[in-house]
């Protein structure tokens, strides 16, 4: 009597081989994504940080923010959120370490962890790779000044939310992530910064601006002039009601 092989059924996918982690995914992204992958129960790879020890810095108290590398990680027969999170930070500590970062963040008077912070918020704001120096120098800029971030990256990550829509009333939420009202650096990065921004973060291009707003894809605005700045919002905001209003 012939045996029949056994088979997956029509609704049933095999276990994905690798897991990709995108550039500017928060960590939260990524433990849902490593749950996912290896079929888990939601919030294990999360609990799983407490039996863990992660080489990261001493700034980040044991916060991963940052440095779960954004790459593709083989999923292995014996992969687990342990030894994922392991490799993710591993990875952020050769790319992060070496002496081309090292040495940027500390010609811009910073330490890496501070590079990161900034380069997780260059990733998050820039429209395009070619806009990540002119945001880095914005950030700089500011701080230089003395002026808030004003960054709604950050109050979105202090929202667990991603979104192009600010109100008043989010600029005065109680967050250390609330750059509106809090001056400095946030406490941590916002997400896992590329390559890319790791390098505008400590070689921000030359210039005086203070201000920008993406008045529509492709078209983002640098500006020192806080008029001006005022002017390209106003165009943001007229294109936003009118993208709104079409989509009705």
Same mark, same amino acid.
């Given at each position: 009597m012939a045996v029949p092989l056994l088979s997956l059924g029509d609704d049933e996918k095999p276990r994905p081989t690798s897991l990709v982690i995108p550039e500017g995914w928060r960590a939260s992204q990524v433990y849902e994504a490593v749950d996912k992958?290896?079929?888990?129960?939601?919030?294990?790879?999360?609990?799983?940080?407490?039996?863990?020890?992660?080489?990261?810095?001493?700034?980040?108290?044991?916060? /991963?923010?940052?440095?779960?590398? =954004?790459?593709?990680?083989?999923?292995?027969?014996?992969?687990? %959120?342990?030894k994922l999170l392991a490799a993710m930070v591993d990875t952020a500590n050769k790319k992060f370490s070496g002496a081309p970062i090292a040495a940027g963040a500390q010609r811009n008077a910073m330490n890496v962890y501070q590079a990161v912070t900034i380069a997780s918020i260059v990733q998050a704001e820039a429209a395009t790779e070619a806009d990540m120096g002119k945001v880095s120098r914005v950030i700089f800029n500011r701080l230089e000044r003395g002026m808030p971030l004003q960054m709604d990256s950050t109050l979105n990550y202090a929202l667990n939310r991603s979104t192009l829509r600010t109100t008043l009333k989010d600029t005065r939420i109680d967050s250390p992530y609330n750059?509106?009202?809090?001056?400095?650096?946030? /406490?941590?990065?916002?997400?896992? =910064?590329?390559?890319?921004?790791?390098?505008?973060?400590?070689? %921000?291009?030359?210039?005086?601006?203070?201000?920008?707003?993406?008045?529509?894809?492709?078209?983002?605005?640098f500006t020192a002039d806080h008029r001006e700045h005022q002017r390209n919002v106003e165009e943001f905001n007229r294109n936003r009601r009118g993208a709104s209003a079409a989509a009705r």
């Open positions: 992958a290896l079929e888990l129960p939601p919030g294990t790879t999360r609990k799983s940080l407490a039996k863990v020890r992660l080489r990261l810095p001493v700034d980040a108290e044991g916060n /991963p923010e940052g440095y779960l590398f =954004p790459a593709t990680y083989p999923l292995g027969e014996n992969a687990t %959120p342990e750059s509106y009202q809090r001056m400095g650096l946030p /406490p941590t990065p916002i997400d896992s =910064p590329g390559e890319a921004a790791m390098r505008a973060a400590i070689n %921000p291009t030359p210039g005086d601006w203070l201000y920008f707003v993406t008045v529509k894809p492709g078209d983002t605005r």
